[in-house]
């Protein structure tokens, strides 16, 4: 009888003590899970955020791209005006000085 009495509070212990620590890792569990849940959701929103800022920078990379071609035949068209210009500065000088001469001629014949 003994024995009896005693395996069964052993046994009504250990299930006592079982199902204590089945609810404990049970809410341990949906504590995770919803962490996880939480993480996943973080997750998704950076990654949406990382995408929509790659589209801006592919864009701003574009559009440095083509401000670079612009700048490159701006430079290219400043070069051309450079030389324009050194060329008309010679010619005008030129004709200044055949001015000069010219003027010093009419001055000799005068």
């Given at each position: 009888m003994f024995w009896e009495w005693s395996l069964l509070t052993i046994l009504s212990l250990l299930s006592i003590y079982l199902f204590v620590k089945m609810f404990y890792f049970k809410s341990i569990t949906n504590k995770e899970q919803r962490s996880n849940d939480m993480m996943k959701l973080t997750l998704n929103e950076a990654e949406i955020l990382i995408r929509k800022y790659q589209i801006q920078l592919q864009r701003a990379l574009g559009n440095v791209d083509i401000l670079s071609e612009e700048l490159t035949k701006l430079r290219n068209e400043?070069?051309?005006?450079?030389?324009?210009?050194?060329?008309?500065?010679?010619e005008v000088e030129r004709l200044t000085n055949k001015i000069k001469a010219l003027e010093g001629k009419i001055d000799t014949l005068l």
């Open positions: 400043l070069k051309i005006l450079k030389k324009r210009n050194s060329r008309y500065r010679q």
